[in-house]
């Protein structure tokens, strides 16, 4: 799933950090060595446990470290993240502190699918199973030809996961992005 800016209550997130090396603290820890027990996690100031996903130097950048949070690790309002060289020689520790936003909750995100793509109508991988479910709300497409672009949801088919919606100024294309808040 994307990132979203706040991090998201429950949804797996993914940050990059760099360390400062131990032998000279004014520069990056390059191509950092990453054991067991470096990478704690603590939810809503409970005891830091290991993070189920060690990171890992970024493919692109050898002084950027990939960290990847687990959309159940992501469950709580408050998340730190601490990172300790175990091992003490390599690079200084480092404390990140993640504040999550639970405005998700009320946004639905989906993506348009082959099939019905028009003006007012896009089929999509929506899953609820109410016909009556999503009219009312506002479906904003959020990449493709109509990024930027909302109306309001007039019909929504179950069976078929079709939106209907006031008219946009185009068709959305098949693997375009949206949210209904």
């Known amino acids: ?23 000279d603290t004014k520069l990056h820890q390059a191509n950092p060595t990453w054991a067991a027990g470096d990478a704690k996690i603590a939810k809503d100031d409970g005891a830091p446990a290991n993070m189920g996903t060690l990171p890992a130097v970024d493919a692109d950048f050898t002084d950027r470290t990939k960290v990847v949070i687990s959309a159940t690790e992501m469950e709580a309002d408050n998340i730190t993240l601490i990172f300790s060289d175990a091992a003490g020689s390599e690079w ?12 998700h909750r009320s946004v639905v995100h989906g993506i348009t699918e082959a099939g019905t793509l028009s003006v007012t109508q896009s089929t999509t991988d929506l899953g609820e199973a109410t016909n009556i479910h999503y009219v009312g709300r506002l479906c ?16 929504y ?21 949206f949210v209904i808040t």
């Open 1 to 23: 799933m994307a990132n979203f800016n706040p991090p998201q209550w429950g949804v797996a997130h993914t940050l990059y950090v760099s360390l400062t090396s131990q032998a």
């Open 140 to 155: 904003t497409f959020i990449t493709g030809v109509l990024e930027g672009q909302g109306n309001n949801i007039t019909a």
């Open 92 to 103: 200084c520790d480092l404390t990140i502190n993640i504040a999550t936003s639970k405005l």
């Open 157 to 177: 088919s179950a069976a078929t996961g079709l939106l209907t919606y006031s008219a946009m100024t185009e068709a959305a294309g098949v693997g375009d992005r």
